[in-house]
């Protein structure tokens, strides 16, 4: 190993920024874990407007009561740690949660109430879920040797449904997993995964009956980052649908972290734009369509 003491200083600054333009390279030819070479697609066609919520890369919405609550990250872009949830209710601010260490992915109704599904501290920590009564659960399921970054949750009768995107892939991909009840127990399902070989990650998991299981997930391109959609019958075999979601002027190269809920006229979008790095803000698009509809629209791409 070379002593930096005999390094010269040109040479030291020289080689920091070969390092730097290298890596920006990689990113931009997308060779890196699978990532797409393709330019950014077309997505659908939605109204876009202001950030809804400035400075927030997070946001989770669930209609509770025939109101709209939105539970958002109050972690600011770029920092670690979380500064707690704000708790909206019909766009009104009503409170911020504190809960320590808690990455929350998802906000699922529970009668009056609503279960938060994330991680806590480190991604190899598994997930854990959070009640108003209960508060933190002990982990709840987790990935052998794998780190867990983000979870979306959804009912299909009487069973529940899990998606888990997992440092498994090249390097994420998603991994599904089932419980008769919210709260569990949850277990892994056999042969349930999607995507070993290519990026994906940000799962929004629902199921529409007469379509199956529509996955939204986050994609590359070599300008950015996209939302994709693809159907399933049984977890195991995916069709691409085609792109959802693709950032617009002023939303940097971003539209990741997508959350969608059903209103009535059609549905309430959600996703962060940004560049992933130093900034990001959360958006509140209206589709309005079905999700089966959607899907359609994502097919004709």
Request: with cysteine.
């Given at each position: 190993m070379i002593s930096p003491t005999l390094v010269p200083g040109w040479y030291a600054t020289a080689m920091k920024y070969l390092v730097a333009v290298v890596a920006a390279l990689l990113v931009a030819c997308g060779t890196s874990g699978g990532?797409?070479?393709?330019?950014?697609?077309?997505?659908?066609?939605?109204?876009?407007?202001?950030?809804?919520?400035?400075?927030?890369?997070?946001?989770?919405?669930?209609?509770?009561?025939?109101?709209?609550?939105?539970?958002?990250?109050?972690?600011?872009?770029?920092?670690?740690?979380?500064?707690?949830?704000?708790?909206?209710?019909?766009?009104?601010?009503?409170?911020?949660?504190?809960?320590?260490?808690?990455?929350f992915h998802d906000a699922v109704p529970y009668g009056l109430d609503v279960v938060l599904f994330g991680t806590v501290n480190s991604p190899?920590?598994?997930?854990?879920?959070?009640?108003?009564?209960?508060?933190?659960?002990?982990?709840?399921?987790?990935?052998?040797?794998?780190?867990?970054?983000?979870?979306?949750v959804c009912q299909r009768g009487g069973e529940w449904f899990m998606a888990v995107e997992?440092?498994?892939?090249?390097?994420?991909?998603i991994r599904f997993a089932k419980a008769a009840s919210l709260l569990g127990p949850w277990s892994w399902i056999d042969g349930a995964v999607f995507s070993y070989d290519q990026y994906a990650a940000c799962p929004e998991l629902l199921y529409e009956p007469g379509v199956g299981f529509v996955m939204l997930y986050l994609r590359t391109a070599s300008d950015g980052f996209f939302t994709e959609c693809a159907v399933s019958d049984d977890l195991r075999a995916w069709e691409i649908a085609g792109p959802v979601i693709t950032p617009g002027p002023g939303e940097g190269v971003n539209a990741s972290d997508p959350d969608l809920i059903r209103v009535s006229g059609?549905?309430?979008?959600?996703?962060?734009?940004?560049?992933?790095?130093?900034?990001?803000?959360?958006?509140?698009?209206?589709?309005?369509?079905?999700?089966?509809?959607?899907?359609?629209?994502?097919?004709?791409?």
């Open positions: 990532e797409s070479h393709q330019p950014m697609p077309t997505g659908l066609e939605l109204a876009k407007s202001a950030p809804r919520f400035v400075d927030r890369t997070e946001c989770a919405a669930a209609v509770i009561g025939g109101a709209i609550y939105e539970y958002v990250a109050a972690r600011p872009t770029g920092r670690e740690g979380s500064t707690g949830i704000e708790v909206y209710r019909d766009g009104a601010y009503l409170r911020t949660l504190d809960i320590p260490g808690f990455g190899a920590s598994g997930v854990r879920v959070w009640t108003a009564s209960a508060g933190l659960s002990p982990p709840i399921l987790t990935a052998s040797g794998a780190g867990i970054f983000n979870v979306s997992t440092t498994e892939g090249s390097p994420f991909t059609g549905l309430w979008v959600y996703y962060a734009s940004g560049n992933q790095k130093t900034w990001g803000d959360v958006h509140r698009s209206p589709y309005p369509g079905s999700v089966a509809e959607m899907v359609e629209d994502a097919r004709r791409r």
